[in-house]
């Protein structure tokens, strides 16, 4: 069997000429057992038929054996060069023939080098699409927080409204300054609480000493 691998061949046939060559070789094998069983087991009815006859069975199977080996040694011969001629002449593509799918390739042809800077450039490109999908991927992540953020700064904002209304509401006046008069209270009260744990300390304290 030939071991040219006929890459081009395969492409176009869609299988490798010597898998059709080894089919080929096994279907003709086949054909030759079978036809060489029936061979036989007519002779043995016909033998069987003649009074007297001492060929055996065992003999006429030995006698089919060397015939098979005669028949496969001449098979081989003829096989071989029958797939010369196959491979030579019908299962191979010729040099000078370009398949419709390759005709592009004689479009625009590239040199080794050409073919590199393409690949660089590629890869580059590649590398900028992988760039910009985590920067992207980064802004989006921004985006959402910012949604976010501004989801609660709402809700703030909400809940000052319904206070100032509720200001308005009891009569309280401007909300603005109503809560700056809340906030110095408050300062007050914590300073007033201070100033009470400090004396009761204190107290505390002058107990224990007496």
């Not at 209270?185 to 009761?200: A, G, H, M, R």
């Amino acid at each position: 069997m030939s071991v040219d691998p006929m890459v081009y061949e395969t492409q176009f046939f869609g299988f490798t000429p010597q898998t059709c060559m080894l089919r080929i070789y096994t279907a003709f094998q086949d054909y030759l057992f079978e036809m060489l069983l029936v061979v036989e087991g007519v002779m043995l009815k016909k033998l069987d038929g003649i009074p007297g006859c001492k060929i055996s069975p065992s003999q006429i199977r030995k006698c089919t054996e060397k015939f098979l080996l005669f028949m496969k040694e001449h098979f081989d011969k003829l096989f071989a060069k029958m797939e010369e001629v196959l491979l030579q002449l019908v299962l191979n593509i010729p040099k000078n023939v370009l398949l419709p799918e390759d005709r592009v390739q004689e479009q625009y042809r590239y040199s080794k080098e050409e073919f590199q800077a393409l690949q660089d450039e590629l890869q580059q490109l590649q590398q900028q699409c992988r760039a910009e999908a985590a920067a992207e991927q980064a802004l989006r992540a921004e985006l959402e927080e910012q949604k976010a953020v501004k989801a609660e700064l709402e809700k703030i904002l909400q809940c000052f409204d319904e206070l100032e209304n509720i200001c308005r509401e009891h009569g309280a006046g401007n909300f603005k300054e109503s809560f700056a008069l809340l906030t110095q209270s408050s300062k007050k009260l914590q300073d007033v609480l201070k100033d009470v744990e400090k004396k009761s300390r204190q107290m505390k304290q002058h107990d224990q000493l007496m």
